[in-house]
C-alpha cells in the first residue's frame, strides 16, 4: 500500500494549481536537463513528478539526435494511488461511490449504458463554481475521466499514437477495447464530432487485430461547457 505524506500532498497541490493532464502521467518525455532541474518553483511538472518516484525512466529515446527519456509510473499500485489523490483534487467533496465494480465489469461486458450512468454520477459532482486552473476545460475532463479509470487499475494507454493521428484513450478490459475520443461543445446538445472524428481517422483499425482481443467499441464523449455534464455518449 502507498501511503500518501505531507510531501505528497503538496505535490498533489503544485500539479492541481499547475492543471497539470493527468493522462500525461501513461507516456511522457523529458531531456537530461529537464531532469536535473532543481528549483521546485519552476521544476516542470514531469521532473517534479520523477525527482519525487512517482515516474521512473522506461527508456532512451534518440530523437533528431538528442537524447531524450521516456517516463512511466512504476507499479500499478502507484498509478492507483496516485489516481485516486488527483481526483480527489480535481474533484472537490467527491463523495465516495461504490463504482469501481461496475465500471470493470461495464468496461469487460461492453455495457455502454452502465459506464455512462456511471461517469454521469461521477460528473454531477462538479461543484458549481469550480474553476479549473488550467482553463481548458476540454483537459479537465479528460483528467477526470483517466483518473477516474486510472483509479480502478483498468489497463489504459493516453493519447495514443496511430498512423492517422493521437486518440485520446484507449482502455484494455479483457478481450475489450474501448478507443475513446474527448470533445467540449458550446451548447447543451450532442454534436456527434467525437465519434465522427474516430470514425473518419478509423483510430480503431490498429486494435480489431490485436492478439486477445475479440471486440473494439469506438465511444465518443461530449462534455457541454454550459451544464459541466456529459451531453454526448456515442458508441459504435
Same mark, same amino acid.
Given at each position: 500500500?502507498?501511503? @500518501?505524506?505531507?510531501?505528497?500532498?503538496?505535490?498533489?497541490?503544485?500539479?492541481?494549481? @499547475?492543471?497539470? $493532464?493527468?493522462? %500525461?502521467?501513461?507516456?511522457?518525455?523529458?531531456?537530461?536537463?529537464?531532469?536535473?532541474? $532543481?528549483?521546485?518553483?519552476?521544476? +516542470?511538472?514531469?521532473?517534479?513528478?520523477?525527482?519525487?518516484?512517482?515516474?521512473?525512466?522506461?527508456?532512451?529515446?534518440?530523437?533528431?539526435?538528442?537524447?531524450?527519456?521516456?517516463?512511466?509510473?512504476?507499479?500499478?499500485?502507484?498509478?492507483?494511488?496516485?489516481?485516486?489523490?488527483? #481526483?480527489?483534487?480535481? /474533484?472537490?467533496? &467527491?463523495?465516495?461511490?461504490?463504482?469501481? /465494480?461496475?465500471?470493470? @465489469?461495464?468496461?469487460?461486458?461492453?455495457?455502454?449504458?452502465?459506464?455512462?450512468?456511471?461517469?454521469?454520477? /461521477? $460528473?454531477?459532482?462538479?461543484?458549481?463554481?469550480?474553476?479549473? +486552473? #488550467?482553463?481548458?476545460?476540454?483537459?479537465?475532463?479528460?483528467? /477526470?475521466?483517466?483518473? $477516474? #479509470?486510472?483509479?480502478?487499475?483498468? @489497463?489504459? #494507454?493516453?493519447?495514443?499514437?496511430?498512423?492517422?493521428?493521437?486518440?485520446?484513450?484507449?482502455? %484494455?478490459?479483457?478481450?475489450?477495447?474501448?478507443?475513446?475520443?474527448?470533445?467540449?461543445?458550446?451548447?447543451?446538445?450532442?454534436?456527434?464530432?467525437?465519434?465522427?472524428?474516430? &470514425?473518419?481517422?478509423?483510430?480503431?483499425?490498429?486494435? &480489431?487485430?490485436? +492478439?486477445?482481443?475479440?471486440?473494439?467499441?469506438?465511444?465518443?464523449?461530449?462534455?457541454?461547457?454550459?451544464?459541466? %455534464?456529459?451531453?454526448?455518449?456515442?458508441?459504435?
Amino acid at each position: 500500500m502507498v501511503v @500518501r505524506n505531507r510531501n505528497a500532498d503538496l505535490l498533489i497541490e503544485l500539479l492541481t494549481a @499547475r492543471g497539470f $493532464f493527468t493522462p %500525461q502521467l501513461e507516456r511522457t518525455y523529458a531531456t537530461h536537463q529537464l531532469l536535473g532541474s $532543481f528549483d521546485v518553483g519552476t521544476m +516542470p511538472s514531469e521532473t517534479l513528478l520523477w525527482q519525487t518516484g512517482y515516474l521512473t525512466i522506461a527508456r532512451k529515446v534518440e530523437e533528431a539526435g538528442q537524447l531524450l527519456y521516456e517516463l512511466a509510473i512504476p507499479n500499478q499500485e502507484v498509478r492507483v494511488a496516485l489516481n485516486e489523490a488527483l #481526483l480527489d483534487a480535481l /474533484l472537490p467533496h &467527491r463523495h465516495e461511490v461504490e463504482a469501481t /465494480l461496475n465500471v470493470l @465489469r461495464a468496461l469487460r461486458e461492453g455495457d455502454s449504458e452502465t459506464l455512462r450512468a456511471e461517469f454521469d454520477h /461521477l $460528473f454531477a459532482q462538479i461543484p458549481y463554481d469550480w474553476q479549473y +486552473p #488550467l482553463g481548458h476545460l476540454e483537459a479537465y475532463y479528460a483528467s /477526470l475521466f483517466y483518473s $477516474f #479509470l486510472a483509479s480502478t487499475g483498468v @489497463r489504459l #494507454l493516453a493519447e495514443a499514437h496511430t498512423r492517422d493521428g493521437r486518440v485520446d484513450l484507449v482502455i %484494455q478490459a479483457g478481450a475489450t477495447v474501448w478507443v475513446v475520443e474527448f470533445k467540449v461543445v458550446a451548447g447543451e446538445s450532442a454534436t456527434g464530432a467525437a465519434l465522427a472524428q474516430l &470514425r473518419a481517422r478509423d483510430y480503431a483499425a490498429a486494435y &480489431r487485430t490485436a +492478439p486477445g482481443v475479440t471486440r473494439v467499441i469506438e465511444l465518443g464523449v461530449e462534455f457541454s461547457k454550459t451544464t459541466r %455534464q456529459i451531453v454526448g455518449w456515442m458508441c459504435a
